[in-house]
Every structure is written in C-alpha cells, then in structure tokens.
C-alpha cells in the first residue's frame, strides 16, 4: 500500500482567492518511509501573501521570486502521488487549495475517497485532545525541535510520524529481514508461534550427592518444612 503524507503553505484562509506557495510531501510504502520526497516552494503570481499567514510559515515574497508557478510543478506531483492515498492533517483545507489549483488548470478535483485526513483520526482516537500536530508530537514522543516555523516538508515527516502512531504504532507492519521483506503491493504475513512440548524430557542435572545433601538439609527443618509437601506433592 502507498501513500503520501503531504501539506502546503499558502498566501491565506481563503482558497477562492489565495494560492499555494509550498507543496511538500513523503512516501510511504506499508506504512514506512521510503525515503522518497516532494518539495517545491510555489510562485503566486503576484497575489499577496497575508501578513498572518507569513507569520506562520516564514515565508515572503522575496522567497519566491524566481520558483516555478504551480503550473509548472502540477504534472511532478501528479506523478509523485499516482496511485496513491493521500494523508494530512486537517485534509480539507490542503485538498480545498489543491482543488482550486487543478480547477485553474482544467484537472478533474481530487477523490476524496483517496483521501484520509489525519485531524478527524486523532479527534476519535483522542476526543479530549489538544490534536494539532505540535500537540501529537508531544503526545507520542516525536521530536519536533525542529518546527519554529510551518513547513510543507518538515511538516510532512512529522506527520508521517504521528500517522504512523494513530493508526497503531510501529508494530502496525513487522519485518524481521530485508531479504524476505513484502514486495510492494504484496501482503505482510502474520507470524505463528507454535509452542511444544519436547518428546522426552531432559535428564536431570542434579547428581545423587547433592540429592542426598537436600533431603538432609530438609530433614532437619521439621515436620511442617514447606519442602515436605512439594517432595509430597
């Protein structure tokens, strides 16, 4: 099974008029990390980027003179995500500006059949919250040191991280060796434990000295010595 966690940044709220200025995203193949990544800081042409959101993400238009418009990188992350499903954190808003963009260029909208939106796991998972994604971070132990700023690809990994997390942990897929690790598309198998008595059991280690020594030692412990009833027993 494949699947991209992705995020993008944009000039503001409103995805009607404000446009994507960072699209990143990362791989994951049976739920691991492929080491496979999308990243590309996006041109608006000329809309403005709101002084809020530049509060947020960091990122000025200084930053995106010269990057390609999302025209440019459209056909890539095509590519990128074929065949796959598509993982963020409050989905509806990622998928809302990337709908408008693709609309903008004459693309069908995106399924949302292919979409899992990683917010509404986190709100049933941990319905007393707090579930933004700093808040699960801190909640699994994921390093987020890094985040002084949103960033569509770092954001990307640390959501990988805690999707990993909500649907189960790393115990979700088991691979003892990478010699017989599940081709793409191939099915993990489980493991059967199978726990059986011996055939004839093990002589024992004990010589007939130490026996006798035992026995010698217990008699003297009197009748009610705990070790008379097991010898009993």
Request: with cysteine.
């Amino acid at each position: 099974m494949r699947e991209i966690i992705f995020d993008t940044e944009t000039t503001g709220l409103d995805s009607r008029d404000d446009r994507v200025i960072e699209l990143g995203g990362v791989e994951l193949v049976n739920r691991f990390p492929t080491g496979k990544t999308f990243h590309h800081y996006i041109n608006p042409q000329g809309r403005a980027i709101h002084a809020e959101a530049q509060a947020v993400h960091g990122i000025g238009a200084a930053d995106l003179a010269g990057k390609p418009t999302f025209a440019e990188i459209a056909q890539e992350w095509l590519d990128f995500t074929d065949g796959a499903k598509l993982v963020a954190h409050n989905a509806t808003f990622d998928i809302g500006f990337l709908n408008v963009e693709f609309g903008r260029l004459g693309h069908p909208v995106i399924d949302s059949g292919l979409v899992v939106d990683t917010l509404a796991l986190a709100r049933r998972k941990h319905p007393m919250g707090p579930n933004s994604l700093d808040a699960l971070c801190r909640r699994y132990g994921i390093d987020n040191t890094r985040r002084t700023k949103h960033g569509a690809l770092l954001d990307s990994e640390l959501l990988a991280e805690v999707y990993i997390e909500l649907i189960g942990g790393k115990q979700a897929a088991l691979i003892l060796d990478s010699a017989t690790a599940p081709a793409q598309g191939e099915n993990v198998r489980q493991i059967e434990i199978v726990i059986s008595q011996r055939p004839a059991p093990l002589p024992p280690r004990l010589t007939e000295a130490e026996r006798d020594a035992h026995a010698g030692m217990v008699a003297t412990l009197g009748e009610k010595a705990l070790w008379l009833k097991v010898a009993a027993g």
